[in-house]
Nanobody, 117 residues
Framework: QVQLVESGGGLVQPGGSLRLSCAPS????????MGWYRQAPGKQRELVAQ???????SYQLSVKGRFTISRDNAKNTVDLQMNSLKPEDTAVYYC???????????WGQGTQVTVSS
C-alpha cells in the first residue's frame, strides 16, 4: 500500500515561512489532483490548496497570496510554500493525492504547523 510521506512542519513565529513537502513511498500511476488540507483543533478538515495535473491551482481565500502550491510530475511530489504565516494557520496539514489505476484518494499522516511567538 503506497503511503504519502510529508515533511517540513514545525514551529514558526508569526510572519515567518515554512515549506511542506509530500512524496509517495512508492509509485502512484495516473495522478490527477494533488493538494493540501489542514485541520485545526476542534475544527473540520478543510482544503487549503489544490493543483491539477495540468498545473491549474486553487486556494482557500484565507491563504491566497501567502501560500503557493507546486508539483513535480516527474517525481510525483507536491509542495506547499507558506509565507507570512499567522497564528490562525496553526493546524495539522495533510497531503492529498487523487490517482491510481483504480481511482483512489491517498492521504498523508499529517504534519504539525504551529505559528506562535
Amino acid at each position: 500500500q503506497v503511503q504519502l510521506v510529508e515533511s517540513g512542519g514545525g514551529l514558526v513565529q508569526p510572519g515567518g515561512s515554512l515549506r511542506l513537502s509530500c512524496a509517495p513511498s512508492g509509485t502512484i500511476f495516473s495522478i490527477n489532483a494533488m493538494g493540501w488540507y489542514r485541520q485545526a483543533p476542534g475544527k473540520q478538515r478543510e482544503l487549503v490548496a489544490q493543483i491539477t495535473s495540468g498545473g491549474s491551482t486553487s486556494y482557500q481565500l484565507s491563504v491566497k497570496g501567502r501560500f503557493t502550491i507546486s508539483r513535480d510530475n516527474a517525481k510525483n511530489t507536491v509542495d506547499l510554500q507558506m509565507n507570512s504565516l499567522k497564528p490562525e494557520d496553526t493546524a495539522v496539514y495533510y497531503c492529498n493525492v487523487h490517482g491510481g489505476v483504480i481511482p483512489t484518494e491517498f492521504w498523508g499522516q499529517g504534519t504539525q504547523v504551529t505559528v506562535s511567538s
